[in-house]
């Protein structure tokens, strides 16, 4: 199983970028897709998730009404539209895959069984 991750750069306080995870190596149909940041010197934090069967979403309550996580079936990926940036938002941006993920367990890093290998986000003020 491989996750891609791309489109993290540098951008300014307001602004917007889309990061997309391209999926491979299994089928994902009952699997949870997620976004999950890290900060220097801070934890890694749930962002955003999607649910690839039937598309259900969550998100942390830090990008609420901000961000948009979304999937394209055919292309096996999933984007997240991160728009009016904050130097906040900062940070190491990670897509993970995960099975059995439930709604107490779905914005935690333990039931993601699939990794990828991190975009970096910097936003300037």
């Known amino acids: 199983v491989q996750l891609q991750a791309s489109g993290g750069g540098l951008v300014q306080a307001g602004g917007s970028l889309r990061l997309s995870c391209a999926a491979s190596?299994?089928?994902?149909?009952?699997?949870?897709m997620g976004w999950f940041r890290q900060a220097p010197g801070k934890e890694r934090e749930f962002v955003a998730a999607?649910?690839?069967?039937?598309?259900?979403?969550y998100y942390g309550d830090s990008v609420k009404g901000r961000f948009t996580i979304s999937r394209d079936n055919a292309k096996n990926t999933v984007y997240l539209q991160m728009n009016s940036l904050k130097s906040e938002d900062t940070a190491v941006y990670y897509c993970?895959?995960?099975?059995?993920?439930?709604?107490?367990?779905?914005?935690?890093?333990?039931?993601?069984?699939?990794w990828g290998q991190g975009t970096q986000v910097t936003v300037s003020s």
């Open positions: 993970a895959a995960g099975y059995g993920a439930i709604l107490t367990t779905i914005r935690t890093t333990r039931v993601y069984d699939y």
């Open positions: 190596g299994r089928t994902f149909g009952s699997y949870v």
């Open positions: 999607i649910r690839w069967s039937g598309g259900n979403t």
